[in-house]
């Protein structure tokens, strides 16, 4: 049965450092066309992908929030884990992890990443001073 | 990044009833879009994947349909369990990009 988890803080300040971690199981994170990715949603809006890890370790981000995110793994520990800096007000959401069977090459050669099969019940992230 | 907006994003309907969806990518995603379903406080639901394949346990009212920049989601007869917030999803690109969601009501 395939399951993920997400936990972290329900509550950050402002220019602080968000640090989730997604413990997984029912696969491996080392199965080769598996991966994670962490998707999240405000209130009352839409879902925003954010990062993806593949299981070779090499990673994908949102061209909108590249810089202010990091996702790695620990294979041993079942778990993914994303950091992401300088938390504002407007990144209060739920923060989902989520799988991916598998992925793609495209006409370039790059990775792309299939739809999310199963999902993690999802952490709300509160940013308020 | 691709742009993929969703029409309508309220629609009222009853029991019973044939809707539709409509998705429309900013460019030509050949056949790289999903469906969920989400409902209120939970994690979405992957219904549809390759614009019309049925994930597994998924009952079959629901179809999927479209290539290129248009899609359909289409629920054949409305069931009560059906009334929730729908979302389509592209991955033609690295960069993946959800639509801003239609919202099924009852009438």
């Known amino acids: 049965q395939v399951t993920l988890r997400e936990s972290g803080p329900v509550l950050v300040k402002p220019t602080e450092t968000l640090t989730l971690t997604c413990t997984v199981s029912g696969f491996s994170l080392s199965n080769s066309r598996v991966g994670v990715s962490w998707i999240r949603q405000p209130p009352g809006k839409a879902l925003e992908w954010l990062a993806h890890?593949?299981?070779?370790?090499?990673?994908s981000y949102s061209t909108f929030l590249k810089s202010r995110l990091t996702i790695s793994k620990d294979t041993s520990k079942s778990q993914v884990v994303l950091t992401l800096t300088n938390m504002d007000p407007v990144d209060t959401a739920t923060y989902y992890c989520a799988r991916t069977p598998s992925y793609y090459y495209d006409g370039s050669g790059q990775r792309v990443i299939y739809y999310f099969d199963y999902w993690g019940q999802g952490t709300l992230v509160t940013v308020s001073s | 990044d691709i742009q993929m907006t969703q029409s309508p994003s309220t629609l009222s309907a009853s029991v019973g009833d044939r809707v539709t969806i409509t998705c429309r990518a900013s460019q030509s995603i050949s056949s790289w879009l999903a469906w969920y379903q989400q409902k209120p406080g939970k994690a979405p639901k992957l219904l549809i994947y390759?614009?019309?394949s049925l994930e597994s346990g998924v009952p079959s009212r629901f179809s999927g349909s479209g290539s290129g920049t248009e899609f359909t989601l289409a629920i054949s007869s409305l069931q009560p369990d059906d009334f929730a917030t729908y979302y389509c999803q592209q991955y033609n690109s690295y960069s993946l990009t959800f639509g801003g969601g239609t919202k099924v009501e009852i009438k």
């Open positions: 890890i593949f299981s070779n370790d090499e990673k």
């Open positions: 390759k614009a019309s």
